[in-house]
Structures are given as structure tokens and as C-alpha cells.
């Protein structure tokens, strides 16, 4: 994340909506027989989330609900290094 503190706001909301795809192709593919699949199938849901949850604070400009703590100030602080 603290790589995207250069790039241009519409380039930054491109990269993580491609992320966001990919993750989340990622979550429903695959099989799930194992506790190792599953837990590996949840992880990346998660990881789905989270990410969908970035965008939606670049994107739409406001702290979505469901947003981590963590990942709040994670985006307050990349934000805050975006306008200096």
C-alpha cells in the first residue's frame, strides 16, 4: 500500500478494483474438502473484504462500514501522505 503514495488517485482506485477482482475469483475457486482448503477459502475471503473495504474508503472518500480499525488508520495514514 505505501507504494501507491505517488500514483494519482483514479490510478490507485484501477489497481486495488483489479485486486479486488482477482481476490475475489480467487475466494470462490477451488475445492473445499480438506479444514486446510477451508480455512485457506476464508482466509482469502477475508483478504477479499479487506481489500474491498480500501476501495470503497479511495473510492467513495468515506470509511465504509465493517472497515478494521487497522485498516482505517492504514488508509487515514496513505491518505494523509497522498496530499503532502
Known amino acids: ?10 490510478t490507485l482506485i484501477s489497481v486495488l478494483s483489479m485486486e479486488v477482482q482477482t481476490a475475489a ?4 475457486s477451488g475445492h473445499q474438502r480438506t479444514a ?3 480455512a485457506k477459502r476464508r482466509s482469502t475471503v477475508e483478504h477479499a473484504a ?3 473495504h480500501i476501495l470503497a474508503y479511495f473510492r467513495d472518500g468515506e470509511t465504509p462500514q465493517g472497515m478494521s480499525e487497522e485498516d482505517r488508520r492504514l488508509c487515514a495514514g496513505l491518505a494523509k501522505k497522498r496530499s503532502m
Open 25 to 28: 475469483k480467487l475466494a470462490m
Open 1 to 10: 500500500m505505501n507504494s501507491l503514495v505517488d500514483v494519482d488517485r483514479d
Open 50 to 52: 479487506r481489500l474491498a
Open 36 to 38: 486446510w482448503q477451508r
